[in-house]
């Protein structure tokens, strides 16, 4: 079975600009969550979706946005980029049976640069 | 609030000598604990995760854990390290006991075995 695929893998962007990011579950997982990895802050949960809808997030601006599709593939978004946005966005897809067994696995990540 | 803390940045040890990464929690409630692993320019891969029962947890690639309660600790362990196991590793514990939670991380500890 296929892992979490995440696209693109590396981007540049400058100060400003707008990225959209995006990944696909593992087949059959309806659950992705998002996270942010920096040097500084290490791994931070950004959001959560299930069934199209946003179930939970974290403390980040309302410049992070995300969504989910039918197909339980996810995007999230980020606007106004800032310097401080430079991170590994790591997405993660779970069975969600609404069991405490429940595991999170995570994809490559995309690796966001700001300049 | 769910936390955990890793006490160390860096652990080194030789090939072939059992390595120890600590981990220690503060939950309020049962504890469900995860030890995941990234390798360079990688994602999280998941190693093993602590839900009930036995207090030894054996994960993939030869790894386990130990949860004892009364120090609130989760360490991972190995009996024989491999060069090939350095990488960074991080302790996570799950917050939220519903369908949709989200992963607590610790801040990472760096394992460096050395041939």
């Known amino acids: 079975k296929a892992g979490v695929t995440q696209t693109p893998r590396y981007l540049i962007k400058t100060r400003g600009q707008q990225v959209t990011l995006s990944c696909s579950p593992i087949?059959?997982?309806?659950?992705v969550s998002w996270y942010q990895q920096t040097p500084g802050q290490g791994l931070q949960f950004l959001f959560e979706?299930?069934?199209?809808?946003?179930?939970n997030k974290g403390n980040f601006p309302g410049r992070f946005s995300g969504r989910q599709f039918s197909n339980s593939r996810s995007e999230m978004n980020v606007s106004t980029l800032e310097l401080g946005d430079s991170a590994l966005y790591l997405c993660?897809?779970?069975?969600?049976?609404?069991?405490?067994?429940?595991?999170?696995?995570f994809g490559p990540g995309t690796r966001l640069t700001v300049l | 609030a769910q936390s955990v803390a890793q006490p160390e940045d860096q652990v080194n040890v030789a090939e072939g000598n059992p390595l120890t990464v600590k981990c220690t929690y503060s939950?309020?409630?049962?504890?469900?604990l995860f030890w995941y692993v990234q390798y360079p320019n990688r994602g999280l891969q998941f190693l093993l995760k602590?839900?009930?029962?036995?207090?030894l947890v054996k994960g993939s690639y030869g790894f386990e854990a130990e949860f004892n309660k009364s120090q609130t600790s989760f360490h991972l362990k190995k009996p024989s390290a491999l060069v090939s196991d350095s990488a960074l590793y991080f302790c996570?514990?799950?917050?939220?006991?519903?369908?949709?939670?989200?992963?607590?991380f610790g801040s990472g500890t760096r394992l460096l075995v050395r041939p």
């Open positions: 993660a897809s779970s069975l969600d049976r609404g069991l405490s067994t429940d595991t999170q696995y």
């Open positions: 087949s059959g997982h309806r659950s």
């Open positions: 979706y299930f069934s199209e809808t946003q179930r």
């Open positions: 939950v309020s409630g049962n504890p469900y």
């Open positions: 602590y839900i009930t029962g036995d207090n």
């Open positions: 996570a514990v799950r917050d939220g006991m519903d369908s949709s939670y989200k992963l607590i």
